[in-house]
Every structure is written in structure tokens, then in C-alpha cells.
């Protein structure tokens, strides 16, 4: 099974998202050398997922300060 991918990680620019590894960017297993593949959120911005027509949970799409009790 696949891992959960990250809707908004911290930061981005630290892993490559090109396979279910998530390898951090100077260390990539598969890449061979290669670039690291960005993560949504750095090419298209917070809203990528939205954009993108990606499925997202009402609990993820939520606003985090209105659903703190």
C-alpha cells in the first residue's frame, strides 16, 4: 500500500515526491543522480490539491482554527 501523501508538508524543498519513498534531496535511492520531483504545493501553491481536482477529506479541507475545540 502506498503512503498517505502529504496534503501542505513543512518543507517541501527537503524531499523528492517522485515514488513513495519520499528520499530526502541529497540522497535519492532511485533517482540515479537526477533532479528531485517537486511537490505540488511548490509548483501550483497552497491550494493544489483544490486546483489540481485532487479528492480532499472535509477534515483536511477545514479550516484548522475553526474546527480547534
Not at 2 to 27: I, L, S, T
Not at 46 to 55: F, K, N, Q, T
Request: hydrophobic fraction near 40%; glycine fraction near 8%.
Amino acid at each position: 500500500m502506498a503512503k498517505k501523501f502529504p496534503e501542505q508538508p513543512a518543507h517541501p524543498e527537503r524531499n523528492c515526491w517522485g515514488c513513495d519513498r519520499y528520499c530526502a534531496a541529497d540522497a535519492m535511492l532511485c533517482g540515479n543522480g537526477s533532479e528531485r520531483t517537486q511537490h505540488p504545493i511548490e509548483l501550483f501553491g497552497l491550494e493544489w490539491a483544490r486546483a489540481c481536482g485532487a479528492e480532499v477529506a472535509e477534515a483536511d479541507a477545514a479550516d484548522p482554527a475553526a474546527t480547534a475545540a
